[in-house]
């Protein structure tokens, strides 16, 4: 909110732009509505999207007791588009290539889909994993899912302006990244995923080194999830906004915490686990609000969530090879991979055979929620915008694929 | 074994007699973790996993067959999915019947199948033709036949309906599955792919 000088006094003198936004704020509030067009780069929007907003005056909010709420809402794509899926219908790709492009899409979410992507690639060419690299995956993907939780929510504190809190939560962010780095030599997309298990050895000293250091980090985000879970001003300014009802939720196909946050209680960690997720209980974290709080609230709960099953994994973390007896040179077929995502399921569709990848279809929890964004916005304040599209985590990378 | 001379994963070596151990069964959500019940404000006490998402589907699973069986169509059973080829189906039909028997829609794909008039050159052979020709050819071409490809989860299982569409005109199934609306939009915009539907939109929120 502007607060400008109405009447000020002394040597501070009111600008003629200050005039003229005061001039702005004490007219009536308009009458007809108007279109807004944000994007397609915008600091509010999650990625490259046009948003084509039409506003009317609202009775609630601004600094004068009126605002605009949303009462339209449309978006379009493609700004960012990659065609991944439409070059490998278009010729072969290798299957060599095929997992670093993959995992290449989306900085994000790249091991939950370069797993679904491998997964769906064994499946159709009957290639077993050994049991340590199971785990191994296991643990790049949940630490995958804090560090995604850990900047939305971080990002969501920032629109609130919470810098502290902020803060530290980035500062959390940045120490897993670093354990990350220190474990698989790169912050993100480690290129460690491969057919058959890993495409590196990752030796016992370095394993537990990652163990010890997820510890401390856990205890430092739990009293930071403690601290923002019990804010009640938090809660009271987030508590009503954005409610989505289960209902709604099933009916637009949501995933992951948007979904397990309006009470959807899916999650395919459990629901259909494969790999290491047989072996390792995974406890779902729900909510039954299913409002922007519920969301943030569903977010941090499973970045705790995810450090325990690290441990767990790493404690449990079996000997053995990391890579098992690949061979593609099969026949024609498909296969399919399921993932549970920072952003919910990522399901992978690919065809191929000895000549590489043919067919690739990847879907992940961000196109759900985009096709519902409209239906979030609309009747909601465009002061909320921020905060509503936050609370969705929109991934555009995964999207534009 | 599967007609692909493939053993499906997990049914082929040392874990061939070792049935599949599953200790990740539906937990009291909450419960592992105990800041979760402690430190949360009333209204949001973790919600109880129905363990009827975790059931067995084969009852559904017959029922949605038995529901297509007046369609001719190409079965084929994966580990956790099932493969169902149609031809020429009104799509809406097939998403109707795994609405009923409580399946999601994951998400559908379309795929242009090769045209067989069309041979497949080598990049030798390619290069070897007057540039000129080879653009009037790729001008000329015709597009392959295509197929649409909807995935739907029904409990663990995956069935992926593949249905061809000479007509290119298809029964937009978003009126039961308003999650297919980007993915028919992205295909109509990609593929041209025209699907017929009323207007309909997702519901409001409040």
Known sequence: ?????????????????????????????????????????????????????????????????????????????????????????????????????????????????????VQAVEAMAGILVPTRAAYLRLVLVEMERITSHLLNT???????????????????????????????????????????????????????????AARPLERALRGHVASIINNGELAARLAGLGVIKPEQ???????????????????????????????EGVTIVAQRGGNVFARLVVRLLESLESFRIVEQALDDLPGGPVKGRVSLDVKSGSGIGRVEGPRGEVFCWISGGPEGLTGLHLSTGSFPSLGFLPSLLRGRQFDDLALLILSLDICMGCLER | MDDLGNDPPGDAGDNKEEPVRRISEPEIIGQASPFIQDDLPEQYVPVEYDEGQLSEPSPEAEEVERQLAHYAFVREEREREVRLLFRDVPADDVAAAFRAAGASLITLAGERATPASAPEVSGKEQAERPPRRRRKRAGSQPLGALSLRYFYALGETVYTITITAPSEVVASVAPIFPVAALSERELHDRMAVVFQRPETDLPETN
């Open chain 1, 154 to 212: 971080a990002e969501t504190l920032r629109v609130l302006r919470m810098p502290e809190e902020e803060s530290s939560l980035r500062d959390i962010r940045e120490r897993v990244f670093h354990a990350l780095a220190e474990w698989t030599g790169s912050r993100i997309q480690p290129g460690l995923i491969a057919f058959g298990g890993l495409s590196r050895h990752v030796d016992e000293p370095t394993s537990k080194e990652l163990a010890l």
């Open chain 1, 1 to 117: 909110m502007i607060v400008w000088p109405l009447y000020s006094s002394g040597p501070r003198q009111t600008s003629l732009r200050q005039i003229e936004v005061i001039d702005q704020y004490l007219s009536p509030p308009p009458q007809s509505s108007v279109t807004v067009d944000l994007g397609p780069y915008d600091a509010s929007l999650p990625g490259p999207l046009r948003l084509r907003l039409g506003l009317r005056p609202s009775a609630v909010g601004g600094p004068l007791g009126w605002g605009a709420e949303i009462a339209s809402a449309d978006f379009d794509t493609g700004y960012n588009y990659i065609g991944l899926e439409e070059r490998v219908a278009s010729s072969p790709i290798e299957w060599g290539s095929a997992t670093a492009l993959v995992e290449q899409l989306c900085g994000r979410c790249s091991q939950a889909n370069t797993l679904a992507f």
């Open chain 1, 249 to 279: 939720a099933m009916l637009a196909g949501l995933r992951g915490p948007n979904a397990r946050a309006s009470g959807l209680t899916h999650d395919i960690r459990a629901a259909v686990p494969t790999g290491a997720y047989e072996e």
